[in-house]
């Protein structure tokens, strides 16, 4: 089977994220095609021949990819930024019942594992920019709003236990710093905050320290026997 074909024929869930997700769209000004995270069932059987069916898969958009519900839920336990912005995103195109499953499966993965997860995937794109900033050229401003962007998210499910994909109380400064009208030093500045209050955060956090794999097992097996034949 095509891979195009196996998720559009088995996707549980599919959701529109980045801008219009977190509160940063601008209604006035029409964008590209929003980008779309779907997570889809492949057949039980199909895991039985030597040619497994794909953990993922590309397109057929610009900016969509879609998880198999076995990497999906792996991404999930290590917290996965990704993984967390489709769960949590508000933006949903199309939820089945075990999609909805999915979504109340959250509170299973969520765990202080989120500190690292979150910590290494904005440290390479914020040494980039620190880097280009220190040889005299101009940083990835939307990247560098990003990082922050995740770094925000990140704090507050530490802090609260809560994952909130909603960043419009900083929509202001997000876009400053997308447009490149923030000092390099004030964005700076508010990214190594934001990584000491993380820090801090997980001393106390209300999360687990480790996710609830048995759980997410558990439910996962499920999924196969439903999906058998």
Request: proline content about 4%; glycine content about 4%.
């Given at each position: 089977m095509d891979e195009n074909e196996l998720v559009a024929g088995h996707t549980v869930l599919d959701v529109i994220v980045g801008d219009g997700a977190c509160g940063l769209a601008d209604p006035e000004v029409p964008g590209d095609d929003p980008p779309r995270r779907a997570v889809y069932v492949a057949p039980t059987e199909s895991f039985w021949?030597?040619?497994?069916?794909?953990?993922?898969v590309s397109g057929p958009g610009v900016d969509t990819l879609s998880w198999e519900i076995e990497t999906c839920c792996a991404l999930g336990l290590a917290a996965d930024p990704a993984v967390f912005d489709a769960l949590g995103s508000p933006l949903t195109q199309r939820c089945t019942e075990v999609g909805e499953e999915l979504r109340a499966l959250l509170p299973a993965l969520l765990s202080?594992?989120?500190?690292?997860?979150?910590?290494?995937?904005?440290?390479?794109?914020?040494?980039?920019?620190?880097?280009a900033m220190a040889g005299g050229g101009t940083p990835r401003w939307r990247q560098v709003a990003e990082v922050i962007r995740l770094?925000?998210?990140?704090?507050?499910?530490?802090?609260?236990?809560?994952?909130?994909a909603d960043v419009s109380k900083y929509r202001d400064e997000l876009l400053a710093v997308r447009a490149g009208d923030m000092a390099w030093?004030?964005?700076?500045?508010?990214?190594?905050?934001l990584r000491d209050r993380s820090a801090e955060a997980v001393l106390r956090s209300p999360l687990p320290v480790t996710p609830d794999t048995g759980t997410v097992q558990d439910w996962l097996s499920s999924v196969r026997r439903r999906h058998l034949g």
């Open positions: 021949r030597l040619d497994k069916p794909p953990a993922s202080q594992r989120a500190a690292d997860a979150y910590r290494r995937a904005t440290a390479t794109e914020f040494a980039r920019a620190s880097a770094l925000i998210g990140c704090e507050h499910l530490l802090r609260t236990g809560e994952l909130v030093s004030d964005a700076s500045s508010w990214v190594e905050s």
